[in-house]
């Protein structure tokens, strides 16, 4: 079996582009409790680059996909309303769908580059967490997965054979901004 994590960056102090102190501390403590990756991917937005790097990580690449919901994927949904949410307008097939389609395919890329067993770890932003899982995954039952993925949270995906089996959202405990 094979995994991907795909993770939401760390704090920032808005509207900066860098990682607040908070946000650093945050993405050490998380990044202590992972494991190592075979493959690393961020967006090319800073805060998701500095998000790996603090989290002890070297990054790979990066990725324009991961980076930003054009105004039509933006326009059908909130990217903070959450992964059912998120879920349910993807499954009305437009902007949307065709987003996590394009995301489906970067994250199956990934995978099947991987060693048997391997594992990696994509860092990038809020709703576009949620919208890969929906790619990956379009029937999966996302009513219990609660809100919108915080800072350094997100979804592991699970790949066998030759597709996804499963996924579950990582959370991490939030702190005060």
Known sequence: MKTIEHRRHSMRSKPGKHLSQPGITLARRVGEEMGSFDWVVTSTVTRAYET????????????????????SVSAEAEWDSGFAALAGAAKRHGALWSFAQELASL???MVEALPENGR?????????????VTGCLPDLDYDRWGPAAGYCEGVRLSWEAAGWTDAEPIRVPQPDQ
């Open 107 to 109: 994250l199956k890329d």
């Open 52 to 71: 790996v790097v603090a989290m002890g990580f070297a990054v790979n690449s990066r990725s324009d996909l991961l980076s930003t919901m054009d105004d």
């Open 120 to 132: 990696g770890l994509v860092v990038s932003h809020g709703g576009i967490v949620e919208i890969s």
